[in-house]
């Protein structure tokens, strides 16, 4: 499997994904609005294990962790890893097509960002399984 693009991670690196969620120029609220929405719907009630896989700088991961949820990052940027763990979140780095969970270790895994940047249908199926 290969790795993250190097033009993916370096955008990622450069801090410009940092609080485009919040970014009302870039329709990131109603992302993110949406997504949390979802989330409350089909989340188990906590305290659920929660994988955030490509889980960014940790929105989403501070929004489960603020409902009691346990939750782990990974994330290919160290930026992102870096910021998550500034915010308490048990993050680390690494690559969706190679996580060292086992199967059915965690009640829930999020994997949103990832499947953007698994260009190859090979590649996303490795990450889906």
């Given amino acids: 499997m290969p790795g993250v693009p190097p033009e993916v991670l370096e955008f990622y690196e450069s801090g410009r994904e940092e609080g485009r969620l919040e970014d ?5 609220p109603l992302e993110l609005a949406r997504t949390l929405e979802l989330l409350q719907q089909h989340l188990p009630p906590p305290p659920a294990s929660v994988l955030d896989v490509g889980g960014g700088p940790g929105v989403y991961s501070r929004w489960l962790l603020e409902r009691r949820h346990r939750v782990r990052l990974v994330d290919p940027a160290r930026r992102h ?6 915010m308490g979140i048990d993050a680390r780095v690494g690559h969706a097509g190679r996580l060292e969970e086992t199967d059915a270790s965690v009640d829930v895994v999020l994997l949103m960002g990832p499947l953007y940047h698994l260009l190859e249908a090979d590649d996303r199926m490795v990450a889906l399984r």
């Fill in 24 to 28: 009302h120029a870039l329709a990131g």
């Fill in 81 to 86: 890893v870096e910021r998550a763990r500034s």
